[in-house]
């Protein structure tokens, strides 16, 4: 069953605020993205704050688990459930107006950390106010450079996904970037330049026309001097990526506990490492408004598939749409009888550009396939139980206008 959600308004803060006023337990259950796992935590924090218990979870579910107390939906419309969504801004724009609903202060800093998650600016979409804020508590001072988490500037580009560069997934290669442009150990406001250009020309040297408009939000960040990574986009990065992987230390993240920032860095090159080698040299096909990448898989790496759905789209894909879809492998099975590794289903990520939408796609062809999706316009994945070329066929179908 399908939980892919047309597009509505964006809920109203002050019913939601007055639900989690009265609460006697609450359940934040959010979508394994970095928008909503922002959402969640500046929810939290002003319930911590309250002195009301809760507890935070992810999901891909159509309805919130079961459970008492208050359930609140970061992502889509439940049933069950007071939901938080965010057609015309990002969930973590709409958790702030709920803080702010309830008396509290929502820390401009996650704030906008789950704004650039979303792929918006820090400011635009709704933002304003957390980006007012930020910069006059100096938590956010904009540089010329790159946004990454790591004060390692090769780290970071190397295990970025928010560009998609010869170096990507190679540390070694992104060292050799640095030292051909003499970037020093302590740059100064001109080798940040200097390598921001270099950044911009790669990333756009072969790929679509919307890899510069996607390139863009990787550069000029804004620092982070008392945050937990060095930049708003690195950190919205780190937090993309431990949403789908390990959400419990993207929750701890989220509510400021400092030490999940080394597990969060090693899941975030591990991520990103994945999700680049999807890239790297798959089997591909374009067709009339799709553009396809097929991979195998093993189940590990299949929360990956929509970070490379997503740099697909931006730096490979001239189809408004792209789609990564997988053969999962089960890992299992006697490799002396040569039964090991046998194909048990099949997995699929979307991102589609600002003109079009991949919802009622990714739910047509999870239907016709015995699998579910879930997704919201932009950005989707399903899981399924037939063939991937059917999956494909069917998604292409409900894809065409």
Known sequence: MSSTQPGRADADPERVASALSTAGFVRLCARPTGDALAA????????????????????????????????????????????????????????????????????????????????????????????????????????????????????????????????????????????????????????????????????????????????????????????????????????????????GVGVSLALGADAARADALECWRTHAGTAHGFLDDPTTGRYDGVFVVRVDVEPTAVPALATAARLARDYRSPEPVALVVARVADGGGDEADGAGDDAVGGAAAAAAAPDADVSAALAAAADATGGDATGDGRRGDARFDGDVQAFVQAFREAVQP
Do not use: I, K
């Open 40 to 247: 969640a935590g500046l929810l939290a924090r002003a319930l911590r704050d309250r002195g009301t218990p809760f507890h935070v979870r992810t999901t891909r579910d159509g309805s919130v688990p079961a459970g008492d107390g208050t359930a609140v939906a970061l992502g889509w419309d439940a049933p069950d459930a007071q939901s938080v969504r965010g057609e015309d801004r990002p969930l973590s724009v709409v958790a702030a107006s709920v803080v702010d609903a309830l008396g509290a202060e929502p820390d401009p800093v996650v704030g906008l950390a789950g704004v650039v998650a979303a792929e918006a600016v820090p400011g635009g979409a709704g933002s304003g106010a957390l980006l007012e804020e930020a910069e006059r508590r100096g938590a956010v001072r904009r540089r010329p450079g790159v946004a990454v988490p790591t004060a390692d500037v090769a780290d970071g580009l190397a295990s970025s996904t928010l560009l998609r560069l010869p170096c990507s997934g190679d540390p070694e290669a992104a060292r050799a970037l640095l030292a051909d442009l003499g970037f020093p150990v302590e740059p100064d406001d001109d080798a940040h330049r200097r390598l921001a250009s270099t950044v911009a020309l790669d990333a756009t040297a072969e790929a679509p026309p919307r890899a510069t408009e996607a390139v863009e939000r990787a550069l000029r960040p804004y620092a982070t001097p008392t945050g937990p990574f060095e930049t708003l986009g690195g950190y919205a990065d780190v937090l993309d990526a431990v949403a789908r992987e390990r959400p």
